[in-house]
């Protein structure tokens, strides 16, 4: 039961005093209004029955506190307990008890859900922006690796544990292991042959489950029937045997990602949008190690919008030259400060180029295409065929070097969007785009300090749901850190002008009387 009751400051409230005001907390306990978790979260709690519960609120301000100085449940409450700025920043009074480390655990994963996570840092956000604390109009995303917690085993050692896992079910239950299911298991390790090593345990936990079926009545046996089911859905997935789908039983949700062709990582993606002038995050996204940097962009996009940011520039790597991409943000007449991505746009540009106006494509010898035809195929992009004239390019001297071997035709075959993506192509060559383009290098200095001072390089518990609150609650303690710095910058620019306004004011009547 969720009641708001009255804070009622105590005689020992005077110690607060001797926290200085310039403090981290103090200045964003001034400057932020969290009373809007209690009214976010009221849905999640019952009105009128079961105990009195402890404030939304101020459990989320001790979440904000364990990730803004990396500790864990247990050690967050210790700390509380004898930090004084802590007290005052959670509300209570000096001599006020806390709750217990186990509360956090339930208040994350029954009270405070994702979807409420984000709601959260939107709006600390919304309301720096309208204070005028936060400023700018860019929007820089990328994704950054974070390891499982966890290591990531190969396919015939899962096969082994998820067989082990179904007789010691059968055997709790039952009472004894059934004669049909006591036999021998293979060695994977002797066998050198990978391939032949993985079979033959998938055949061994096949028969396992079989015997299991026919055996064992599972339907009174619901460890068990968990066991063989899952058993089985782990064999079904044909990404499994490939080793490209899961690797552990603890973590199922975790995947190997490449860093590139050769660095390897097991866990998952994390990828948030951030102003780059202010460097405040305003979304995040969590998926698994497999994850295509780019494809969840609307998403963090329009949830960055919400904030109230006015978005003019959006700043991205290779990864974000995408059509649909590049769509949106033309739409809403907003600059993409996007590199070209090689993969995507593959024409030779020393060699060609295109007049949007005329809709033809020009060669570096001075010839232009006169017609082009749409083709479409069933197992590949469709692409436009800007055919050349023959009678010009039968005498040209580059005409071996250009066409190769296909002398006979000449045609330039461009995918459909490609008219688009070379007047794109141009603008990243200019000096000012490439100005522009050096303010994403501060993405890289956050994912830096969320990996190196807030534990963001290793996910702390199992699964996406935990992956995922631990991404965004690490993102609400750096933003929260960098709202004090940036308030911190301001009253120092401030006491600095007053300083050169007085100065100055003191030395002109001596000016003016040695003039």
């Not at 292991?177 to 066998?191: A, C, D």
């Not at 390089?457 to 749901?465: E, F, H, V």
């Not at 401030?494 to 050169?500: E, S």
């Amino acid at each position: 039961m969720l009641r708001h009751v009255p804070h009622q400051l105590s005689i020992y409230s005077v110690l607060y005093d001797r926290i200085p005001n310039d403090h981290i907390l103090k200045t964003i306990g001034a400057h932020v209004d969290f009373s809007f978790i209690n009214d976010l979260l009221k849905d999640s709690y019952c009105k009128h029955l079961g105990r009195p519960a402890k404030e939304p609120e101020m459990l989320a301000k001790l979440l904000i506190l364990q990730y803004l100085y990396n500790l864990s449940d247990v050690r967050v409450i210790e700390e509380a307990k004898l930090n004084l700025a802590y007290m005052w920043f959670l509300g209570l009074n000096p001599e006020d008890d806390l709750p217990e480390a186990s509360l956090l655990t339930k208040f994350r994963r029954q009270r405070l859900k994702e979807t409420s996570v984000d709601d959260i840092i939107q709006e600390v956000v919304r309301q720096c922006i309208e204070k005028g604390i936060i400023k700018g109009t860019g929007l820089s995303m990328d994704a950054t690796h974070t390891h499982a917690n966890t290591i990531k085993k190969v396919p015939e050692r899962i096969m082994k544990h998820l067989a082990r896992k179904i007789i010691k079910a059968i055997e709790e239950e039952n009472g004894e292991i059934p004669s049909e299911l006591i036999g021998e298991v293979p060695n994977y390790k002797l066998i050198e042959d990978h391939n032949e090593a993985k079979q033959i345990m998938k055949t061994y936990l096949e028969t396992i489950i079989s015997k299991a079926e026919n055996h064992v009545d599972l339907s009174i046996l619901p460890s068990s029937q968990k066991a063989v089911n899952e058993a089985k859905e782990v064999l079904q997935d044909p990404k499994f045997i490939a080793q490209k789908g899961i690797r552990s039983l603890v973590d199922k949700d975790a995947r190997v990602g490449y860093k590139s062709q050769t660095d390897s990582f097991y866990g998952y993606k994390v990828e948030f949008a951030m102003i780059p002038e202010a460097r405040i995050i305003t979304a995040v996204t969590v998926d698994n190690g497999a994850y295509v940097d780019g494809s969840k962009f609307d998403e963090l996009y329009q949830r960055s919008k919400a904030c109230g940011l006015t978005i003019q520039e959006v700043y991205g790597d290779k990864a974000y030259f995408r059509k649909t991409i590049l769509d949106t943000l033309q739409i809403d007449s907003v600059e993409a400060i996007i590199p070209v991505n090689p993969c995507v746009y593959k024409i030779d540009e020393g060699r060609f180029t295109y007049n949007k106006d005329s809709d033809q494509w020009f060669c570096e010898m001075g010839n232009n295409t006169y017609k082009k035809v749409y083709q479409k195929y069933k197992n590949r992009s469709n692409i436009y065929k800007y055919h050349f004239d023959k009678s010009q390019c039968i005498q040209c001297p580059k005409l071996l070097e250009c066409a190769g071997k296909n002398v006979k035709k000449k045609v330039l075959g461009v995918g459909e969007h490609n008219a688009q993506y070379y007047e794109h192509s141009q603008i990243t060559k200019t000096t000012q785009f490439k100005l522009k383009y050096k303010k994403r290098a501060s993405h890289e200095w956050k994912n830096g300090e969320m990996k190196r001072f807030h534990g963001l390089d290793r996910a702390r518990g199992y699964g996406l749901k935990s992956m995922s609150m631990q991404a965004k609650l690490t993102a609400l303690a750096v933003n929260l850190k960098r709202i004090a710095a940036l308030l911190s910058f301001c009253d120092y620019v401030f006491w600095k002008q007053i300083a050169n306004f007085i100065a100055y004011h003191r030395l002109t009547p001596l000016f003016m009387q040695i003039s």
